[in-house]
């Protein structure tokens, strides 16, 4: 399933709140685990990095679930 994020007034937002807010994850605690397992990949690579900094136009894989920022 495909979904698009819309950043309001800023440039990027952090991976970890990017899988809260979004409610692929229900906490911020459980977004960084799932992130520190290497089960988020971003742009179609794994990343271990929990407050990656997501921009326009990047996209986010968890789950079988696809945000792209937009």
Do not use: W, Y
Not at 38 to 56: A, F, H, N, T
């Amino acid at each position: 399933m495909m979904e698009e994020f819309e950043l309001r007034d800023t440039e990027f937002i952090e991976l970890n709140d990017l899988l809260k807010v979004t409610g692929l994850c229900p906490s911020g605690g459980v977004a960084k685990a799932v992130i520190a397992e290497g089960l988020v990949k971003v742009d179609g690579e794994v990343e271990l990095r929990k407050r990656c900094k997501i921009r326009q136009g990047q996209h986010v894989e968890f789950e079988g679930q696809e945000i792209t920022v937009v």
